[in-house]
């Protein structure tokens, strides 16, 4: 167990591994946005303003603004997932990068940071566009507060790569990650007040709620979009960053287990 | 330049390599064969330093593995079994990508590329995609991209498998001029002919040890009588009752095949006018008789 949870052997190699990841994305780069982020945005665009325009204020705003500020935690999120389950998937079983990456002076702890923080940042893209949305339809109470959302999607990114690199370890096909999705990501859309506050689940459904990762995530984002400071910030951030820092630790020790045994 | 003494490892109680000593020579072409599961693969990762030993030492370079396995990889170039190119870049890109990793800068990595391109012979095909090379191509470009951080020991890992003829030979011209550039070579392979042909030394191993060391010729002339006479055909089983004992210093049946090891096959082949439903084969011993004697013809999966 001591070994299993040891910490990681980190060195700045993970730099060109993210690089890579970031030319070959490049390359792709105007089709992959514009995949990426069509969805979330037109169901915060439709559902905001469609729906929005029979609700009363939502959580004390507009809802177009409530739901935009569920929508940077939830593309983010989803982002980050994306990133670790399919993409680093191809590059670790289908291309077998990983191995070649292996035969350099790179530890898998490098390998795996380098896709980590390229998660992270590929969160922080999709984070920054829906923040231009907001931006752009003045859905913001204080701008300068609004700048105090890339850091948390940041941080959001971090938390939900490291989670998903576990499932990646342990997956043994593409198939394996609708389970993920199904099982993990679609209760946390709708339990941790994307789409409506968590208040108005049933006690023990809001107890789970307050467990959930994107929970933390949207009680830091929600206040700064409407531009109040959020309550509990250390309580926030320090769960994003134990549920992304203990994701990372044990998916390195399962992919461990799994390429070089 | 690579010395391993009492190397141990076990997977789940299975002892893969047990106790395995080996030493190469700088500049020196090193065969490691053996059957599957012999325990090449697991060493090849023991001297990358990619798994830890139970027990032993490797010094690679001078430098102590898995300890320092980092250091000692920034001295080794590694073409694996399998091909993993990155389907992702251009052939040069490849290279690139691939010399980031070893912390090359973008410039330094540019006064190679020109001459790894050369040397595989890709030059023409610098910036096709993975997808659009044959096999023997991205063999050397594999080849190649070991090359990229200008390493003094190379590992191959059945650097032909699954190549044509043509393509084989490519691969082999490469890797005589790496061993007159002074390049350390370690190679771990199924062809004989291959090891005869390349190696200086080549190991022997089965069941996780060295079973043989030594050069390729003198392993065949201490192991092997001089010459082979396969016969094969209708009524074997009489004839090799009859004659086998008297005229083969040593034989063997399998399948349907005698292997008739002599040091004068005139007398078997004279013999053998008298037998016209036989056929038969002479030629002089070689190594893949001296890996089946050792290791046994038992099919291993």
Known sequence: ?261 | MLTVRGLCKQYGGTEVVRGLDLNVRRGECFGLLGPNGAGKTTTLRLLLGLIAPDAGSIELAGIEVPKHAREARMKIGVVPQMDNLDPDFSVRENLFAYGRYFGMSRSAIAARVPMLLDFSGLASKADAQIAQLSGGMKRRLTLARALVHDPDILFLDEPTTGLDPQARHLIWQGLRRLIAAGKTIVLTTHFMDEAERLTDRLAILDHGRVVVEGAPRSLIESHIEPAVVEVFGEGLAEWTQQHAPKLCQRFETVGETLFCYTGSADTVIEALKNAPSLRYLHRPSNLEDVFLKLTGRDLRD
């Open chain 1, 1 to 261: 167990m001591i070994e299993f949870l040891r910490l990681p052997r980190l060195s700045w190699r993970f730099i060109p591994v993210w690089h890579r990841n970031y030319l070959v994305w490049k390359k792709l780069a105007i089709p992959a946005i514009l995949g990426n982020l069509a969805d979330p945005m037109l169901y915060m665009l439709g559902l905001g303003y469609g729906l929005g325009s029979l609700l009363p204020d939502v959580g004390g705003m507009p809802y177009i603004t409530f739901l935009a500020a569920g929508t940077v935690a939830y593309s983010t999120m989803n982002a980050a997932t994306f990133e670790v389950l399919y993409s680093s998937f191809s590059r670790m079983h289908v291309q077998r990068t990983w191995d070649a990456i292996l035969n350099a002076p790179l530890t898998l702890d490098d390998v795996m940071m380098g896709e980590l923080t390229w998660a992270v940042s590929k969160s922080l893209l999709s984070g920054l566009a829906i923040l231009a949305v907001i931006w752009g339809l003045g859905l913001f109470g204080n701008f300068w507060m609004t700048l105090w959302i890339i850091p948390v999607v940041a941080l959001v990114g971090f938390c939900f790569g490291g989670l998903g690199l576990v499932m990646n370890a342990v997956s043994p096909s593409y198939d394996f990650f609708l389970y993920y999705f199904t099982l993990v990501i679609t209760p946390m859309v709708l339990l941790c007040g994307v789409f409506f506050p968590v208040s108005q689940l049933p006690d023990f459904m809001q107890a789970v709620s307050a467990w959930l990762p994107l929970t933390h995530a949207i009680d830091l984002a929600r206040p700064l979009v409407v531009g109040t400071v959020p309550d509990h910030i250390a309580l926030h951030v320090a769960a994003l960053i134990a549920y992304g820092s203990l994701g990372y630790v044990v998916a390195l020790e399962l992919t461990r287990r799994r390429l070089l045994k």
